[in-house]
T-cell receptor, first 113, second 111 residues
Framework: DADVTQTPRNRITKTGKRIMLECSQTKGHDRMYWYRQDPGLGLRLIYYSFDVKDINKGEISDGYSVSRQAQAKFSLSLESAIPNQTALYFC????????????FGPGTRLTVT | EDQVTQSPEALRLQEGESSSLNCSYTVSGLRGLFWYRQDPGKGPEFLFTLYSAGEEKEKERLKATLTKKESFLHITAPKPEDSATYLCAVQAGTGGFKTIFGAGTRLFVKA
């Protein structure tokens, strides 16, 4: 089984709809992250959480919100989706005791029409 | 401004033809430089962390090196299965948590 899982893997939604992307991990890591990837731009950090009670905005948090339901679960919400949020979304984890190297899930391809 | 630039954008090699990928960075207080491999339709896979200039790490046909301004990922005698996008990222030491990714180098290795 994969250490970091994301659901759904693919999603098509309409402008204005609320959508939630979910991430679960079995690595036992305390830190979790959400990134989006766009062609030619590289990965950009949306939100990160260093433990269950710690939530921080990243580089591009506008239009997004997150919830850390447990150490192993971190979800990303788009309150009112817009077309320029069409992208590949990745969840990642890291262990605070082992540096900043991150372990990524398989990604969610989101299309907003 | 903190920045990571990878070159070339794409690289086509014949099997066995060694080459290097470049990652240039400007960042306040480097806490680590990372290399990841990303296959199509998958998430990035961690390869190496480098912490200080002069450090080197090796894994199979890959060797990563670090200077004060750039990192190289050397690929020796590549095989078709090395075809992937290679991502470089830096961890900045100031301004809170900040990981900056480059746009990547797409590597194609032909048999």
């Amino acid at each position: 089984d994969a250490d970091v899982t994301q659901t759904p893997r693919n999603r098509i939604t309409k402008t204005g709809k609320r959508i939630m992307l979910e991430c679960s991990q079995t690595k036992g890591h305390d830190r979790m992250y959400w990134y989006r990837q766009d062609p030619g731009l590289g990965l950009r950090l949306i939100y990160y959480s260093f433990d269950v009670k710690d939530i921080n905005k990243g580089e591009i948090s506008d239009g997004y919100s997150v919830s850390r339901q447990a150490q192993a679960k971190f979800s990303l919400s788009l309150e009112s989706a817009i077309p320029n949020q069409t992208a590949l979304y990745f969840c990642a984890t890291s262990d605070s005791g082992k540096g900043f190297e991150q372990y990524f899930g398989p990604g969610t391809r989101l299309t907003v029409t | 401004e903190d920045q990571v630039t990878q070159s070339p954008e794409a690289l086509r090699l014949q099997e066995g033809e060694s080459s290097s990928l470049n990652c240039s960075y400007t960042v306040s207080g480097l806490r680590g430089l990372f290399w990841y491999r990303q296959d199509p339709g998958k998430g990035p896979e961690f390869l190496f962390t480098l912490y200080s200039a002069g450090e080197e790490k090796e894994k199979e046909r890959l060797k990563a090196t670090l200077t004060k301004k750039e990192s190289f990922l050397h690929i020796t005698a590549p095989k078709p299965e090395d075809s992937a996008t290679y991502l470089c990222a830096v961890q900045a030491g100031t301004g809170g948590f900040k990981t900056i990714f480059g746009a990547g180098t797409r590597l194609f290795v032909k048999a």
